[in-house]
């Protein structure tokens, strides 16, 4: 094969697998999280055993020896490349296939009007999901004593797990009309951008169509040096803003707010605070950017962190049940980050993360890190903390409940 990306293949990184069960027998799926593959692929156990070997470091020959070697079994060469071949066609491994796949799909998502709906089915009743989405907002407490909400931390979670953080978290905007608009700072799962990644698309949601601030995007484009837009196809099936979205739609209604949509890249990943490849502003930068232009720009803005914190169970890769004192020692550790939020303390926060090498896969450290550092002078209060766990599919998310409003310092500033 001539293509050096088939002589050493490597599966995309946002390339999930499933177990499903399909004619009485037990199956895998291969899907893309971040919805930029043609297709799902059905595969044996034995043919996902060879996918895992295609790392990008591993030859053809490399993975025929490898597989006789665990299996006491030759693997035949032309069922490799026929392998090869299906993933290469729905766009599950790196090479120009895929280049020139995702090429398509960033032009398009250009000349598209808005950013389409992703997180709600197709079928959702509008009035109905206003209903529910009210009725969350409904269960929380308002408990700024009449101050304005700076800042806001909610989950990311779907709205029935995250409930109670949802509740919390809205429940402070609730019968107020004095925000302008929302920068809401999301997580970027499964995006290509090393930095944190604007889109300047509305965003079409069940419940109408949510503008974007240009100018404020235009402000603090000026403020970084660079756009931050290039990479916008990352807002294209990432659901953190776009719940978020939703959730403001659901709350005010007819009521004009702008929208400021933008994800942020782990912070505990290999570059830490700044691009691993050296290119574009860090989180540091984009942070005093954003606090500058939040600064001067007329009106009130509320900035969110659309954030869950940790990711446990067998099904995000621990090797033991979620028992109670599992899920104690991961209260702990979330606990004690909650601590550094209600302090303020963005680099001790994202700091603690790295040097513990992010034990429970906290995945929205980065735009935590931007909240804290962009919205200046504040007072933040966590009002909830909860634990959405299915001890069936072994799986753990956390999520947190948190409001910022106007301290001394910004009064003084």
Known sequence: MSDDSMERPKLRSSIDVAPVEQDGRQMLVLYDAAGLAAGNLGLTQGAFAIVTLMNGQNTLNDILAIFAQQFRQELPSERLVELLHQLDRNGMLEGPRFEARFEQLAESY???DVRPSQAMSADVKPDQLRDNLRAIIDEGQPSTDGQRVVGLIAPHLDYERGRPCYAEAYAQLRDRDDVDRFV????NHFGRSETAVWTIKDYDTPLGRAETDREFIDRLRERCGADLGVQELDHAREHSVELQVILLKALLGSR????????CPDACGPGGLRPASGTGPGLDDVAAALADVVTETPGHTCVI???DLSHVGRRFGDDRDLDDAFLQDVQAEDRALLDLLEAGDADELVSRLRDRENPYRVCSAGGLYVLLRAVRGCTVRVLRYH?????????????AAAVMTPGNAAQEG
């Open 256 to 263: 004009p707010v702008k929208i400021v949509p933008v994800l």
């Open 305 to 307: 962190a659309a954030a």
């Open 387 to 399: 634990q959405a766990v299915n001890r069936e599919e072994h799986t753990g998310v956390t999520c």
């Open 184 to 187: 809401i700072l999301g997580t």
């Open 110 to 112: 250009r000349k598209a």
